[in-house]
């Protein structure tokens, strides 16, 4: 896979960078064609999309195209100090007008040397005969890319979202633009309503056969003004949790062939129009977690499309994710390839386990030094892997997991009380801290909290009954000044936060109490 810096997938970024030995950036550029898919006045579409046809912010209030260039490459050479762009025709259907506008368009933006391709972005039914034999001459000029509007291939939720084409037209439409020698990219949609992960595995198997030559991937946003926001406000329909969102890229993208370049894994929309999913970690937070999770699960883009063209790699495919029903014991992390060797653990006399973690060197480790136990791996992040776990179904829970000052995301009191709700009555938690804070966690939830040690480590085990052979810790009164700062739990209210920002929400509230 042909990249300039170190990523689990080919981004759109180092793909231009390789293709024309610099960075392009995108200049997006609104031609106000219109839709096919709406009525005069303006209304109809497709139920997920804004009145503004998702418009970029930066062509908005600016009347010519003229203005909109000068704009976006303002901002564009300010920011990122650029030189050479990509024209990207982005609102509603940039084919849906007379040839003769398009080439008037198209031809006078070119004529600026700045420019070294341009993205068209259209639906998979306006596309004509006329219209693909002029973009294959244009594309003798400059590189065309048509991003295709597709989000999904089944039928029924095209239907649903009243897209106005069927999966049938979408294939013929990028077959047609491979036949006329232009690059298509296919924009999805994953959590349309309806959708399930199994719909998502067959659109990437489908579109892995077919000549695409780059995917752009959007999270279902609900924008203001539209017909999913009135579903949305009667509970019809859900959005994605950003870790559940998560694993179907990294899915999504394990079955898309490593040479397609990746134009986008998320979406974005402004405070202003979005109504949800309103993801309590940025951007920037989301990409570093998708990009960590799948070096340390050590998977890549197209992974399972080379596993499936050999057979006899199949049996690679599954991450040894099993049904927990009859695992009693789960391992929160996997830091300590030998913690199963200690005392304490080896006296719960658990033959099962089921580990959840995402660093699976780690995980295999810990399998190499315990060849005697037998161990099923959901290779995930613990935060929603735990989502798999019944309630009240674990007689024993380890965490073995780094020191909380370099990662507290596994100790905060959202996530203790999930970990609380999954515990048998007569159940423990042994955990490698001894940290007040999460002390402090468990008595408020009605646990009693031990001193123990896990080989040389400081350790608790936490219990909902009293147990006579071990010294306990005294429950901690945060009332008290002396305590008022080291009890001050760690918050994590989505379940998604990274360390760095439960750390400094912590710090925030330990501050806050100190200037009381």
């Not at 998702?54 to 195209?65: F, M, P």
């Not at 946003?221 to 579903?231: C, E, F, R, Y």
């Not at 136990?373 to 009240?392: A, H, K, L, Q, T």
């Not at 996530?415 to 940290?435: H, Q």
Request: glycine letters at 4%; aromatic letters at 8%.
């Amino acid at each position: 896979m042909p990249q300039t810096t170190a990523q689990p997938y080919l981004s759109f970024k180092n793909y231009l960078a390789d293709r024309y030995g610099q960075s392009l950036y995108r200049i997006p550029i609104d031609l106000d064609f219109g839709c096919p898919n709406r009525n005069k006045d303006g209304s109809g579409g497709c139920t997920f999309c804004s009145l503004d046809g998702s418009r970029a912010v930066q062509t908005l209030n600016q009347i010519t195209i003229e203005q909109q260039i000068v704009k976006a490459k303002d901002f564009a050479q300010s920011r990122y100090d650029a030189k050479s762009y990509i024209a990207y025709f982005q609102a509603y259907t940039s084919t849906f007008a007379p040839l003769s506008k398009q080439r008037e368009y198209y031809e006078s933006v070119i004529k600026d040397p700045s420019f070294k391709a341009v993205s068209i972005g259209t639906r998979p039914d306006c596309l004509s005969k006329t219209v693909i034999n002029y973009l294959a001459e244009l594309n003798q000029t400059i590189d065309v890319w048509i991003e295709l509007g597709l989000q999904t291939i089944h039928d029924d939720t095209l239907d649903k979202i009243n897209r106005g084409h069927d999966w049938a037209c979408s294939r013929d439409a990028i077959l047609r633009l491979n036949d006329a020698g232009l690059k298509t990219a296919a924009h999805v949609i994953l959590g349309l309503p309806g959708e399930t992960p199994e719909h998502y595995k067959q659109t990437a198997e489908t579109l892995a056969q077919l000549p695409i030559h780059a995917v752009k991937i959007h999270n279902l946003h609900i924008l203001k003004n539209t017909a999913m926001a009135d579903d949305y406000a009667q509970d019809k329909i859900s959005v994605l949790h950003p870790f559940e969102y998560g694993n179907h890229v990294i899915d999504f993208m394990r079955r898309t062939p490593a040479d397609r370049p990746m134009m986008r894994v998320m979406t974005d929309t402004s405070d202003e129009q979005l109504i949800a999913p309103r993801w309590s970690i940025s951007k920037g937070q989301f990409m570093t977690w998708l990009h960590t999770q799948m070096q340390e699960r050590q998977v890549e883009q197209g992974d399972l499309v080379k596993a499936i063209e050999n057979k006899a790699l199949i049996s690679q495919l599954s991450d040894k994710t099993q049904s927990s029903h009859n695992i009693s014991a789960l391992m929160i992390g996997s830091f300590h390839a030998k913690l199963m060797q200690s005392q304490i653990v080896q006296e719960q006399r658990v033959s099962d386990w089921k580990i959840l973690d995402f660093h699976k060197q780690s995980i295999d480790e810990i399998v190499a030094a315990n060849l005697d136990v037998e161990f099923c791996v959901s290779i995930n992040d613990p935060r929603y892997s735990f989502s798999e776990i019944s309630e009240g179904s674990c007689d024993f829970l380890l965490w073995n997991t780094n020191a909380i000052a370099f990662d507290s995301t596994y100790y905060s009191g959202e996530f203790l009380k999930l970990a609380a709700d999954k515990l048998k009555d007569e159940g423990c938690v042994i955990m490698c801290t001894r940290d007040r804070a999460v002390i402090a966690i468990w008595q408020q939830l009605g646990f009693h909290v031990y001193q123990t040690m896990l080989g040389n480590i400081y350790s608790i085990l936490v219990t909902r009954h009293k147990r006579g052979d071990l010294d306990q810790i005294q429950g901690t009164d945060i009332s008290q000044k002396q305590h008022s700062s080291v009890c001050v739990p760690y918050h994590d209210p989505d379940l998604c936060w990274p360390h760095s920002k439960i750390i400094r929400s912590r710090e925030q509230a330990i501050q806050l109490r100190k200037n009381i």
